[in-house]
């Protein structure tokens, strides 16, 4: 059946609206602490890393060889999330909906504050939700359509959305129960949704292998980011946070899918709904950031479109006046999500507006995220010039953090060595062997320093004011005469979690004291600043997409 011009107006210009808007605000910031991390890992090649599945540093590599830059970089991102609402407009169109319908969906994931995030910089969630919400619309044609051949398509598509990213996993099963609910064990007689569970399979086979060769060091990641999150977050806060991430007034739309879809309206819809609660539920009980659901909106809000589509049909000043709000808060939401304004302006607009309630610096975290990092470099082939000659060809560079080293390694001098670091995968690549007689450092505990060298003193400090709390204030240590090689001792650097190391006596200080804060942990699942009893604050690094 041919597309109605209403609909064509409504989703070409919901996709062309996002593509433009991300395109122009591209280069506004600079390159975010993961980007820097992506690309890296993108230069080493493999099938996983250690904090996350191996597509969003394939395409990154692929950024590269295009010639580099804000553009190449983030552009996957960009029409991933433009791709996102293409789908959901396929999905409503294949639940019946009208315009109206597409309308309410699209609409719904363009003010959202967590869409509009995701699809701004190069990210895991964006493409998680890309090929889950590609999985679902196929799912739904082998359903209704009973196209055989669709099951491989999905499988398809279900093995790139775990390439993206592992908690793909947890919607994988969430569907396949609710498939089960749904239909009984008959849906499962054939082999087609067999067949495209194990092209599913298939794509992730050389990740799992990767996994077994070293350790599985995704789950020991997994288990502290899990611990930190709740530590950090609480659980409540996650049922709190969809509001914030989600837009308060997609709320009766995604409800009206959900509710209907448990209802069993339509058939097709039920599985979705079902996945939408279970993801919910497991969540909320083990402690998740209020993204992690990202992957399950784009369904639901299909079908509460279509829903509220016949409902509004009748009532067009309703329509009229709920749309028209959607996208006007929509628009101050994109506000301090995007990179419109000085961040300084935004964080003053947070501040003024909400600042009773949560620090901004909780809400504009990754905005911070993409600022100091050729400063960082900068810094560090300062000191890097400043040694001796003779001292420069044995010196190496040490950070504490994956967006530290990534920034060194990104924007350092052709003269001045690449970074090394113990967190995440750069712990699996391990120390260069030819450097580090002459240490230069950040972002690591004096204490651990100086017990592996004679030598360790202050040359200078890195301050960025608009960068992260934790990515300005740090001291830059010079450390000489090693009592042993750094690989003897690389162990206690590895860090697959994202707080930062104290040592023995709590009392290393990673920024000056006037930085500290004595506001709680941030909510909303923001990562924030970590406060224990006997400690300065240490704060871990962002995770975008984590």
Not at 83 to 94: F, H, I, N, W
Not at 101 to 110: F, I, R
Not at 482 to 511: C, D, N, Q, V
Request: proline share 7%.
């Amino acid at each position: 059946m041919p597309w109605s011009r209403a609909s064509l107006i409504v989703v070409g210009t919901a996709c062309l609206v996002e593509f433009v808007v991300h395109l122009v605000l591209v280069k506004e910031y600079g390159y975010h602490g993961d980007e820097l991390y992506f690309l890296d890992c993108g230069r080493r090649l493999a099938f996983g890393y250690v904090d996350h599945a191996p597509l969003v540093p394939w395409l990154a590599r692929l950024s590269e060889a295009m010639g580099g830059g804000l553009v190449a970089l983030r552009l996957p991102a960009i029409l991933a999330g433009a791709g996102t609402l293409l789908l959901s407009a396929l999905l409503v169109r294949e639940w019946g909906g009208g315009w109206r319908a597409q309308l309410l969906a699209l609409g719904s994931l363009l003010v959202a504050p967590a869409q509009l995030r995701i699809r701004a910089m190069l990210n895991i969630p964006v493409f998680e939700v890309l090929w889950c919400t590609a999985t679902a619309y196929l799912v739904v044609r082998a359903l209704s359509r009973r196209e055989r051949w669709t099951w491989l398509a999905a499988g398809g598509a279900l093995g790139l959305a775990l390439l993206a990213k592992h908690s793909a996993l947890l919607w994988a099963a969430a569907l396949a129960i609710g498939l089960l609910v749904t239909y009984g064990r008959s849906l499962f007689a054939s082999r087609w949704p067999w067949l495209g569970a194990s092209l599913a399979s298939a794509l992730l086979v050389p990740n799992l292998a990767w996994q077994a060769q070293h350790g599985f060091p995704t789950l020991e990641f997994l288990g502290a980011l899990r611990a930190q999150v709740v530590e950090q977050q609480g659980r409540a806060l996650f049922a709190a946070g969809q509001l914030l991430y989600f837009h308060p007034l997609t709320v009766p739309i995604w409800v009206a899918g959900v509710v209907s879809g448990l209802r069993q309206q339509k058939p097709e819809v039920r599985p979705f709904a079902l996945l939408f609660v279970l993801l919910f539920a497991f969540f909320l009980l083990a402690g998740g950031k209020p993204y992690y659901l990202a992957s399950a909106y784009p369904p639901v809000l299909a079908a509460g479109g279509v829903v509220l589509e016949r409902w509004l049909e009748q009532r067009p000043f309703e329509r009229r006046a709920f749309v028209t709000a959607m996208l006007s808060t929509g628009a101050v939401f994109g506000v301090v999500s995007l990179p419109l304004l000085p961040l300084q302006t935004v964080d003053g607009i947070l501040r003024a507006a909400l600042g009773w309630v949560v620090p901004p610096i909780a809400l504009t975290h990754d905005l911070h995220g993409m600022f100091g990092w050729r400063e960082h470099a900068a810094t560090i082939d300062s000191v890097y010039q400043a040694l001796p000659e003779a001292k420069r060809r044995q010196a190496g560079v040490l950070t504490g953090s994956y967006s530290q080293a990534g920034a060194i390694n990104q924007f350092r001098s052709p003269g001045t060595p690449p970074a090394v670091s113990g967190h995440m995968t750069y712990y699996l690549w391990g120390p260069d062997p030819s450097r580090g007689a002459v240490l230069i450092a950040y972002g690591v505990p004096l204490e651990l320093l100086e017990r592996h060298y004679q030598v360790c003193r202050e040359h200078t400090r890195i301050e960025v004011p608009l960068a992260r709390p934790m990515d300005t204030g740090l001291p830059v240590y010079v450390c000489e005469q090693p009592r042993g090689a750094m690989a003897t001792w690389w162990h206690e650097l590895r860090r697959f979690g994202h707080k930062l190391p104290i040592g023995p006596s709590g009392s290393e200080s990673y920024r000056p004291e006037s930085s500290r804060t004595d506001d709680p942990a941030y909510p909303f699942g923001f990562t924030a600043p970590h406060r224990t009893a006997s400690t300065r604050w240490a704060p871990p690094d962002a995770a975008a997409g984590h």
